[in-house]
Structures are given as C-alpha cells and as structure tokens.
C-alpha cells in the first residue's frame, strides 16, 4: 500500500463522488449517478461554507480513491466544545479491505484534532453492522441514540 495524498474535492470530482456513494447496497437505492445536477448544486453551496468541506483522497493511481466529509460545528454544550461530524465516507472499491479506510479516518481525527475540535462524531445506518464494527476499530464508541425525520 502506497502512502496517500489528500486534497480539498473539486467540482470536476462529482461524478467520481457520486459514482462512490452508488457503489453500495444503500446508496444503490437513493443515489442517482443519471441525474447529477442537484450534486453539483450541492456541492457548489459547500464551497461557499468554510465548515463543511469534501476532502478526496488519491492513493494507487486513482484520482479518487477515497473520500469523506468533514462539518464543524460550534456549540455550547460539553464546555463550548467545537465538534467535527465526519460523513460519506467512501473507499474506491478496487482498494477495500487494504487498509485505507483507517488511513483516512487517522488524517480525520487528526484533522478535526488540529482545527479545535474536541469531538469528532458520526451517524451509522443500523443496517451498516460491517461499518459499525469498522468505527469501533479505529475508537469510535456507540454513546448515543440518533434520530432522523426525513421531510
């Protein structure tokens, strides 16, 4: 395994983006690689928020080999802690089971680590088991109950 290098996601990375979050049995059902305008819409409201960045990761000749989401937030609670929540977390499918994975979630903590934050936390589908035991890993712990109302 090669080292890797990140980078802040570009426009011109969408697709590759979109193609990653398709390449699972959830995102199967709820992505559509046919229809990326409201992706490129999202992703240019994001490069207007200096909180909420896509980073890609290239690793083995692939332009995108990886990628994750980080947001910070700012609170008041747990003594004003500034919180970093990590999502859409992907690895090229040619590259599971190497050790990517915990390679970026390492460059996340580490991240969230040097930008302030004093929690970095993430929601898991419950039909995700293999994820879950994959976050528990790499020291996440099950703490919480979450909750979503889609609207």
């Known amino acids: 395994m090669s080292d890797f290098v990140m980078r802040l996601a570009v426009r011109e990375d969408v697709p590759a983006l979109v193609d990653m979050l398709t390449d699972d049995f959830l995102g199967k059902s709820r992505e559509d690689l046919n229809n990326l305008a409201p992706y490129y819409a999202a992703f240019d409201d994001m490069q207007l928020d200096r909180h909420n960045k896509i980073y890609v ?24 802690c500034k919180r970093a929540e990590i999502e859409a977390v992907r ?61």
């Open 57 to 80: 990761f290239e690793a083995d000749g692939l332009s995108v080999a990886g990628t994750l989401q980080l947001i910070y937030m700012q609170g008041l609670s747990v003594n004003a």
């Open 91 to 151: 690895v090229h499918k040619s590259l599971r089971g190497q050790g990517w994975g915990k390679k970026m979630f390492a460059w996340a903590i580490e991240k969230a680590r040097a930008d302030g934050c004093g929690i970095l936390q993430l929601t898991s589908n419950k039909a995700r088991v293999d994820g879950q035991r994959f976050y528990e890993q790499v020291g996440f712990e099950q703490s919480h109950v979450g909750y979503k109302l889609l609207l």
